[in-house]
């Protein structure tokens, strides 16, 4: 697994889906974008990402990520499938599990065992995406899922193209073995240095890549990056606040605690684990001093953060993902990663 010798830049759209029309235009007219992809928080990923299909040609599109466990594999086959059709085979599909109070309080979806149910459900999606592609019969018996029925009247048929590729979503080490086992990727949390990447994350991909039968397909590493900055002195103090209160929020999440602690930051997580659950989120961003702040996140001026992410990530990556957590223009994004390509 050797990263690419030139980084590629991916920009994550969070808005409104009115508003990807004319996003995906302009990333397209830019020209600098590998690709367009959209969370899944509180909009639907894939009414974005099908009016960024029918509004670009060439970008990638893609979902950062899309909640495997709050859909069945078969609800998630169809519209992943639909959109591999509709852009014309440009579709990457991110997976990832959320957290066990969102999947079974929000959606109400069962949770248990989340790297095993990972790597039975990426199985049954291409499972289920074969039997569309040749009219084979549908025969997946899993431990978690079981999909063995699928009538003519409700096989969309095959694509003139293969079927979408799969990204998986990871930050503990067996949901990351696991990613390097049965997906096309890895898709790395912005809580994220190039320490943590390169002592933790990449060593566990390489051990499931390993213990995998894919060792010979190709795998693509994909990394968010929080980037703070702005066009002038009051917005990139602004977008350096926004930043603190990101990095605390990830820092109050149990999940995400192992990054902490690799750099002896334990304790940053019981502080910040105790404000969430007196209600105290506005005092999370004080939590996060400068050495947190420029180790997790690139911070600086267009120019200045355009180098930082060459030189965080040069070596270990093949794509970077920008996570802009705070309010900004999209345009931002676009001039962010110009800046990258022109150091």
């Given at each position: 697994?050797?990263?690419?010798t030139?980084?590629?830049?991916?920009?994550?759209?969070?808005?409104?889906?009115?508003?990807?029309?004319?996003?995906?235009?302009e990333?397209?007219?830019r020209?600098n974008?590998?690709?367009?992809?959209?969370s899944?928080?509180?909009?639907?990923?894939?009414?974005?990402?099908?009016?960024a299909?029918?509004?670009?040609?060439?970008?990638?599109?893609?979902?950062?990520?899309?909640?495997?466990?709050?859909?069945?594999?078969?609800a998630?086959?169809?519209?992943?499938?639909d959109?591999?059709?509709?852009?014309e085979?440009r579709?990457?599909l991110?997976?990832?599990?959320?957290?066990?109070?969102?999947?079974?309080?929000r959606?109400?979806?069962?949770?248990?065992?989340?790297a095993a149910?990972?790597?039975?459900y990426?199985?049954a999606?291409r499972?289920?995406?074969?039997?569309?592609?040749?009219?084979?019969?549908?025969?997946?018996?899993?431990?978690?899922?079981?999909?063995?029925l699928?009538?003519?009247?409700?096989?969309?048929?095959p694509?003139?193209?293969?079927?979408?590729?799969?990204?998986?979503a990871?930050?503990?080490?067996?949901?990351?073995?696991?990613?390097?086992?049965?997906?096309?990727?890895?898709?790395?949390?912005?809580?994220l240095?190039?320490?943590?990447?390169?002592?933790?994350?990449l060593?566990?991909?390489?051990?499931?890549?390993?213990?995998?039968?894919r060792?010979?397909?190709?795998?693509?590493?994909s990394?968010?990056?929080?980037v703070?900055?702005?066009?002038?002195?009051?917005?990139?103090?602004?977008?350096?606040e926004?930043?603190?209160?990101q990095?605390g929020?990830?820092?109050?999440?149990?999940a995400?605690?192992?990054?902490?602690?690799?750099h002896?930051?334990?304790?940053?997580?019981?502080?910040?684990?105790?404000?969430?659950?007196?209600n105290r989120?506005?005092?999370l961003?004080a939590?996060?001093?400068?050495?947190?702040?420029?180790t997790?996140?690139?911070?600086g001026?267009?120019?200045?953060?355009?180098?930082?992410?060459?030189?965080?990530?040069?070596?270990?990556?093949d794509?970077?993902?920008?996570?802009?957590?705070?309010?900004a223009?999209?345009?931002?994004?676009?001039?962010?990663?110009?800046?990258?390509?022109?150091?």
């Amino acid at each position: 697994m050797t990263p690419a010798t030139t980084l590629e830049y991916d920009l994550a759209f969070h808005g409104d889906p009115a508003g990807m029309p004319a996003f995906a235009r302009e990333v397209e007219e830019r020209g600098n974008v590998r690709g367009l992809f959209v969370s899944e928080a509180s909009h639907d990923a894939f009414v974005a990402l099908t009016l960024a299909a029918v509004n670009s040609s060439t970008v990638q599109i893609g979902t950062s990520i899309a909640l495997a466990f709050a859909r069945s594999p078969m609800a998630m086959a169809y519209p992943a499938y639909d959109l591999q059709r509709l852009s014309e085979g440009r579709l990457v599909l991110g997976l990832g599990s959320q957290i066990k109070p969102h999947i079974t309080r929000r959606y109400n979806m069962p949770w248990s065992r989340p790297a095993a149910r990972m790597a039975e459900y990426v199985a049954a999606l291409r499972a289920i995406w074969h039997t569309f592609q040749t009219g084979d019969k549908l025969d997946f018996r899993g431990e978690f899922y079981s999909h063995t029925l699928m009538p003519p009247l409700f096989n969309p048929g095959p694509l003139p193209t293969p079927s979408p590729e799969i990204y998986v979503a990871a930050v503990g080490p067996r949901m990351v073995e696991t990613t390097g086992e049965v997906a096309d990727g890895f898709m790395a949390h912005p809580l994220l240095s190039r320490s943590y990447l390169e002592k933790a994350l990449l060593p566990s991909l390489d051990a499931g890549r390993q213990r995998g039968s894919r060792m010979e397909e190709p795998f693509t590493v994909s990394v968010m990056a929080m980037v703070a900055t702005g066009r002038t002195e009051e917005s990139l103090a602004a977008a350096i606040e926004g930043t603190r209160r990101q990095i605390g929020f990830y820092a109050s999440t149990p999940a995400y605690k192992t990054v902490l602690d690799h750099h002896g930051w334990g304790d940053l997580h019981d502080e910040a684990h105790t404000l969430t659950l007196t209600n105290r989120w506005g005092e999370l961003a004080a939590l996060i001093d400068d050495e947190v702040l420029h180790t997790l996140a690139v911070v600086g001026e267009l120019d200045e953060v355009g180098r930082g992410l060459r030189e965080r990530f040069d070596g270990l990556a093949d794509r970077v993902m920008l996570s802009i957590p705070y309010d900004a223009d999209e345009a931002l994004g676009l001039d962010i990663v110009t800046a990258a390509r022109d150091r």
